[in-house]
Structure formats: C-alpha cells, structure tokens
C-alpha cells in the first residue's frame, strides 16, 4: 500500500466532493486550513451535455441517467434496490448530485426542526430555523440563488432576499398562480439554484427545461462550478478516482486517515488529523460499515447501532393537468415556476401527520410525453398515439409533490452479502418500504393538487401515485442528536464515539422535511465547518 501523494500530513481530511465536501472544502481553505478531499468520480463533461440539439431527448438518459445501477460509470457503485419501493438515484463526482439535480433551492421551515413538540412522533432535530438562518443565506449568495424573498410561508426577516431575481412565471406559472389566488391557497415564485443574469461564474438561463440531464448552458448552480474553483484557488487539494474503501482509526481511538483505491487499482492511504464525511446517506453509512474493527465490530460511530438506519427517500408523486390552449411547458427552468406550501403542516383531520411541497415544473419534450416520469405507468403506445403527445406537448403542468418521510429504523442501508463494485469492495443493499402515513399523505395531496390544476381550467389530470425512480433525496441513515445512545453525531455533526470525525452530509437528518434537501444540507455543513474552525483549538487530532 503506498503513502499518500502529498509529504505533510493535511488538516482535514473530506470524503466525497458533492454539496457537503464543497462546502466545507471552499470554507475550511479559504479559513486557512490544508485540506486534501478524495472524490471517486471526474469533473461532469459537459460536453456531453446536448440540450441544445435535437437528439437531446433520446442520449440525455444515456450520458446523463439518474440511476448508478443504469448509468455504470467507472465512478459509480452498484445498489441491491431488489427489497425497496424506491430507486435511489445519485451522480458520483465532483459537484455530486447538484449536476443532475433540479435546482429546487427549498429551505426548511421552522416546523420541520420540531415534528416530535410539534406532532409527538419522531424527533426534534438539535437545532432549530433560527440557527440555520444565517447559513442558509451565506450559502444562497455562494451559489446565486434566484427567487423573490418574502414567501409568506416563512418567517419574515427584514433584508432576507435572494441574490438573484425570479424566474419568469411563464404562462404555466401565471395560469396555476391565478387559480391558486382564487382558491386562497398558498403559491410563490419558485426559488432556484438556476442563474436568471450573469453570477460569478454562473451564465443567465435561457430556458431549455433540461435542468435534469446537464446544464449545457452554465446556468444550474451546480457545486463543481459554485464552490469547487473557490476551494482549489484556496489551495484544497482534489484527489479523483479515488474510491475510498475504508476508514482507517489508530491506536488512541481517533481517525487517523483513510484507504482509498485509485483508477490503476492501487491502494493508498491518505492521513488527515480530522475526517469530515460527506458521502451522502447511502453512501456514508456503507463507509462507516465498511470500517469496522475490533473495537467497533458495528461499524465506526456506531454505538447507537442507528448507522444505516432510518433511512428517508421522500415518496414522491406528480399531478399533470392537460390545457386546451399552449402553456409553452416544454420550456421555462426544471426547476420550478411557483411553489406551494399551502398543505405542509399537519392537521390532524387529515389521518396523518406532516405535508408535502409542491413544485410546478414543465413536462419536456415530445419523447418525455411517454416517460413514466411524469406521467406514470400509463400505457401510451398503439392507435392513440399521435393524439396523446398531441394532447400533451406544451399543453400540460405538473405539480411535482415531494412527502415528508417518516423516520423508521426498518428502513435501511446494510452491507450486501454478495454484490461488490468494480474494486471488489461490498456495495450497499437498500431496504425501503413505503409506510401507511406516507400513502395516506401522498394520496391527499394528489387529489388537493387535482383540484388546483382543475380549477387552472385542466379538462383532464394524470396522476402518478408513486413514481419508482425518484429517490434522489438519500436521508437520515447517521442520525444527529444530542444523546449518544439515540444517535450517530452531535449538532455540529462529530461522531459521539470518535472525537476527530464529522459527518456533514443529509445523512445525519432527525426528520426529512418535506422540501428539496440541498438548500439545507449545504448550510448545515457551513454551520458544522463553522464550529470546527471556532473550536479548532480544542479539536482532538490524529498525531
């Protein structure tokens, strides 16, 4: 096994380059700090990203899927799916899954920090709205976040707005906002990680609604382009294809680095005198598995034995209604129009607990007219073909509904017995079913969003109850709390069991909110790396 690359022995140690590790990488260098992260995958091509031309629709699933299992890059590693309702979906690389994501820049609101005060199932999560405040609108200027401040659904805070301005509402937008205003029912410009003018390194969006599949045009806030350059003009050092394969803790009981395989098939071991983990909740939790010891024969941090447990993946569903004039909704940010927040909270009339976010998005091109996303299972092909993209194409508007997904220590990361990736190293098996209180919220919110596009004028709706290939939110699998007998980290993310290791990516959710989870995970990862620099002083470090 041969030493690290660099002499010295750095800092700080981040595994995993995605919206965490980035945030962390650009803060801790720009504090000052020697950091050297270790990234499994490549900087995004975006070369191959072809939203401008005519073949789009037919190579975007191709260079740009979702689903590592479809998708088999080098950088990626296989799931056992085959005992869960929902596929999980993640991009490996630098930037992580913002290169694929929707761009749906959603804060939590202040219910979301105090589900078991507020609804007595769950947790309280160790911090609440108030403390992340801050964070969230340092992150938003980082990123140049579009959008108008004020929600209503929020607290208000004098001088709390967004860099950039909003999206255009499109004819789309205008359309549901007006019935939304009729039936007194909450909606918002949708806010965005998508450039609507010039900023920093970002270029103003033009509208192609081909968010999802690689931004051809530089507009997406993606983290490759928002904090990495930062980081590495601040001296962070970034090690691709390197395929960390365990976490190495000493003698003393603190972490003293970590093995990592690079392209060649060599294996290296990189020290740090702190870890910071930032995998995501799937792969975090397989890592700390992964690790396991003599004297942590669970895995690493796990003393709780919740490492890999409670795993959230917010169901998701989608509500399209059909318009007998143009909408132009083949187009416009994917991404959000509006949003509405007006079901969120519980209410206990309803027969379960918690809410959903709605998202107003476009339904694409003429291919996507026949994906189950967003139109579900339905079967499209035959006589009626023609007439329904017809009816469909630039006539329709989707409500994207992301639930909230309760805690349960049945739902799970494990270790697979038998499958491994390309380095032979044990890959993960997801366990994930839907629970009662998931389908009865999903369901009602279905129909409430029904009765929004109807009441837009939709002469007919489809509805896709659960779509399958939508676990892009990996969540809660190294749960975060103040006592070490019921969870992984503390507040700030540092392991109960090994003082010189963090985890600062979704994973250490309480609960899972009901909102796009980026906007969040990237401020508590600024907040963490903020008490890390703070108590730097204090901070027990490998020798």
Known sequence: ????????????????????????????????????CLEQGDWADYSRARGDRPDFEVTAGRDWSWDPNVRRAPADYPIDESESDITALMYNGVGGGTVIYAAHWQRNVPSDFRVRTLDGIADDWPLTYRDLLPFYQRVERDVGV??????????????????????????????????????????????????????????????????????????????????????????????????????????????SGAEYVDREGVEHFQPARVTLLGANGIGTPRLLL????????????????????????????????????????????????????????SDARRGFVRG???????????????????????????????DTVARRLGRSAMWGIIAEDLPEEANQVVLDPSLTDS??????????????????LLDFHQERARESLEAAGAYDTVIAPLIRATGWHLLGTAKMGEDPATSVVDGFGRSHDIANLYIIDGSVWPTSAGMNPTATIAALALRMVDRLIEDRRHQPVAR
């Open 1 to 36: 096994m041969s030493g690290s690359p660099g002499n010295d022995v750095p800092d700080v140690l981040i595994i995993g380059a995605g919206a965490s590790g980035a945030v962390a990488a650009k803060r801790l260098g720009e504090a000052g700090f020697s950091v050297v």
């Open 356 to 386: 959903a976010k709605w998202g107003l998005q476009p339904t694409g091109g003429p291919v996507s007219m026949t994906r189950a996303y967003p139109w579900g299972y339905e079967p499209v092909w035959g006589a009626g073909y023609h």
């Open 146 to 255: 579009s959008g108008l401040g004020g929600d209503t659904a929020f607290p208000q805070v004098p001088g709390d707005d967004l860099p950039l301005p909003p999206m255009p509402l499109g004819a789309m937008g205008r359309r549901v906002a007006r019935a939304h205003n009729q039936l007194g029912w909450h909606w918002w410009p949708g806010p965005n990680a998508i450039a609507t003018r010039p900023y920093r390194r970002l270029r103003a969006c033009v509208q192609r609604a081909t968010c999802l599949w690689g931004c051809v045009d530089g507009a997406k806030g993606t983290f490759d382009k928002t904090h990495w350059p930062d980081a590495l003009e601040a001296g962070v050092r970034l090690e691709l294809g390197a395929r960390v394969r365990r976490i190495v803790v000493d003698g003393g009981g603190l972490v």
């Open 290 to 345: 992964l690790s396991a010891t003599d004297s942590h024969r669970d895995g690493l941090a796990n003393s709780s034995g919740l490492v890999g447990k409670r795993l959230m993946m917010h169901p998701f569903a989608t509500v399209v209604g059909l318009f007998d004039e143009p909408l132009g909704s083949w187009q416009g940010p994917w991404g959000q129009h509006i949003h509405s927040l007006e079901f969120y909270e």
């Open 423 to 440: 380095d032979g190293i044990a890959a993960p098996k997801i366990v994930y079913r839907l629970s009662t209180n998931s389908r009865r």
